[in-house]
């Protein structure tokens, strides 16, 4: 007996099929179904043995978007350096063309949604580090989980061509069926030991700011950030599910993401937003200037209010707001932008912050506004050009997209990028973690060197160390 179910299944590949047969060429079909509730992280984890590899994880710190991806349907990645942003963009438009999605829901980030990122700076030379990553690389699920404000949404996306076998979708049906129901296994996660904890280089690195202070006092150079590298080793393979539990206790009002590509993991926890575009709304966030919690309640206010008024620290936050104001002012007709920076507090670190809401054209290019917006003096320093030429030159730490925008855009122009700082790759048994800071010309190397120390503790929690 067929029922009515399987009969949909059925109408809607042949229609999908004879789309495809008819434009000669491979089309999207996209489906969306409600679901009761899912737990995130157990979605994440039943991906492990069918879709490792394969998978990405995203939450922003209110919890009112949390994506988890499983396969991958489509990919759209370059290394070309050039024009990056247009090309993704493009390449997603064109990917959606004529497609077929049966979403009766308004909700932002349900149906097709494209999830990856940037690599921070793509004419920097490519090291062994981050060869399973190219320099713009997105994934578009097969399984895409979408909780929006507490309501779960599950979307299926299969790529149809036109000599595809209509049956496919009624396997596609079973396959999703099967992975729903071992939601209900609870499968053991290895935790793995911390063996060793490499520096790469620090004395180097203290030089090298040494000398970028030097140039600060005499160029045009306002600002540098200079990034580090530590490296962990294990002794067994470390397990993203793992990690992302740990980040989901530890760091939940930041933005968790994890992000898999050819068996590497880029993962980690964010507190810095670099720009969010909900219909004809945009917000953005000015992160900079930072300062240790507290071990008392006491000392963590006399440390907030050491850093809203400290000069070196509000300059430097002045140069973040002003660069993102500019950059936002091309595509918004308004901009809203309190007064003063406040304080941000999350579990090892305070900084300097300031929200910004535009009103921008409902149709207005989220990757655009990302391209104008990276890298922010924060990340790159000031002015933006002639630090990421200088980053490039003294630098030794291939960032790949540590520091770089990772996001999602949906098929109605909506979306979301974070700046991916206090994050790791994930190599087998072995992890690198990433930390920089601004220098500025009255910046010490010692001091700036344990401020990166101060800013690989999240992710050293997460993986078990101290």
């Known amino acids: 007996m067929v029922t009515i179910q399987e009969l949909e299944i059925m109408e809607r590949g042949l229609l999908a099929v004879s789309r495809a047969k008819e434009l000669g060429r491979p089309i999207l079909i996209s489906e969306v179904h409600k679901m009761d509730t899912i737990n995130p992280l157990s979605f994440f984890n039943i991906g492990k043995e069918n879709y490792c590899g394969e998978r990405f994880f995203w939450k922003d710190p209110t919890d009112e978007t949390v994506l988890i991806g499983l396969g991958i349907a489509k ?60 320099d713009s690389l997105f994934h578009i699920p097969k399984y895409l989980l979408s909780i929006i404000r507490g309501q779960t949404y599950l979307t299926t996306n299969i790529v149809c061509t036109p000599q595809e076998d209509p049956f496919l979708f009624k396997t596609i049906s079973e396959e999703r069926n099967q992975l729903l129901t071992s939601l209900h ?19 180097q690195w203290k ?27 294990f002794d067994d393979q470390i397990e993203a599910e793992a990690v992302l539990i740990n980040l989901f206790n530890q ?4 933005f968790i993401f994890a992000f898999e590509s050819n068996g590497d993991c880029f993962i980690g926890a964010s507190p810095e937003r670099l720009v969010k575009k909900q219909a004809n709304e ?9 300062i240790p919690r507290g071990k008392t309640e006491k000392e963590d206010q006399q440390l907030g209010q050491l850093l809203l008024n400290d000069q070196k620290n509000l300059i430097e936050h002045g140069f973040v707001v002003e660069m993102i104001k500019e950059a936002l002012e091309e595509s918004c007709e308004e901009i809203i932008l309190p007064d003063k920076p406040q304080l941000m507090k999350i579990r090892d670190i305070q900084h300097l912050y300031t929200p910004v809401i535009g009103k921008c054209h409902k ?83 010692e001091s700036e060197y344990l401020e990166t120390s101060l800013k690989f503790k999240p992710m050293l929690r997460a993986l078990g160390g101290n």
């Not at 609870?186 to 004395?203: C, D, V």
């Not at 700011?209 to 006092?217: A, R, S």
């Not at 917000?283 to 900079?288: D, G, I």
């Open 75 to 134: 990919q759209i990645q370059t290394d070309q350096a050039s024009d990056r942003f247009f090309h993704v963009e493009k390449e997603w438009e064109k990917f959606l063309e004529d497609c077929l999605i049966f979403n009766p829901y308004t909700e932002i980030a349900v149906g097709p949604v494209m999830f990856g990122g940037f690599s921070f700076d793509p004419h920097k030379e490519k090291t062994d580090l981050w060869s399973k990553y190219t």
């Open 185 to 203: 296994d609870n499968e053991r996660i290895n935790t793995a030991t911390l063996l060793e904890t490499r520096e790469i280089k620090p004395e």
């Open 207 to 233: 030089k090298t700011v040494d000398g970028v202070v030097k140039e600060l006092t005499e160029g045009p150079l306002k600002k540098v950030v200079l990034a580090r590298e530590l490296r962990l080793v």
């Open 282 to 290: 945009v917000y953005s966030t000015c992160l900079a200037g930072s």
């Open 251 to 254: 760091q939940h009002e930041s």
């Open 363 to 445: 149709d207005a290019s989220l990757l655009l506004l990302v391209e104008r917006l990276h890298p922010t003096p924060a990340l790159g320093g000031l002015p933006k050009d002639e630090a990421v030429v200088k980053i490039r030159q003294v630098e030794e730490l291939d960032r790949g997209f540590y520091a770089a925008p990772l996001g999602w855009v949906d098929y109605r122009k909506n979306g979301e990028f974070a700046v991916s700082i206090r994050s790791g790759l994930i190599q087998g048994k072995e992890v690198s973690l990433f930390a920089g800071c601004g220098v500025v010309a009255d910046s010490d190397p």
